[in-house]
């Protein structure tokens, strides 16, 4: 099963750019160029990373990154920008970004990012499952 990505950058060529690199690397990719954008078309049963930017017209990137959490806490959430700064770095973290990258970003360390954030969002999701199954047969007594 391909790892289902949400790309969120307003600079449209860089963005098409990289959803190609991610699409040729077997990862499903679908993007959106503004944070209001990625919110409405934002589907937790069909994302599991999304790739953020953080400096966005509209609703910034830490904005966007709150509203993700808030309705979706298992989805991981990679912040890139390039304007990186500390104070940006330690909001997105508290925020619950899984990481921080500068653009330009080596396809193949954000590669290596998104891999890491999906197994986490896996682990936990197996383990919330197994824990219902646990409950499911707690409940009824077997």
């Known amino acids: 099963m391909k790892i289902r990505l949400l790309l969120v950058d307003d600079e449209q060529e860089f963005t098409d750019t990289l959803k190609q690199r991610l699409e040729i690397r077997d990862f499903s990719v679908n993007v959106a160029y503004s944070g209001e954008q990625a919110l409405s078309q934002f589907n937790q049963d069909e994302t599991d990373v999304i790739i ?20 979706a806490p298992l989805v991981e959430v990679i912040m890139l920008t390039g304007n990186a700064t500390v104070e940006n770095a330690i909001q997105g973290m508290k925020k619950g970004a899984y990481d921080y990258l500068m653009k330009p970003v080596e396809t193949e360390l954000l590669v290596e990012k998104i891999n890491e954030a999906y197994k986490i969002k896996h682990d936990h999701e197996e383990r919330i499952r197994q824990a219902e199954i646990q409950r499911i047969i707690n409940h009824q007594g077997w």
């Open 52 to 71: 953020l930017d953080v400096l966005m017209p509209g609703i910034s990137g830490i904005e966007t990154l709150e509203r993700f959490k808030t309705s």
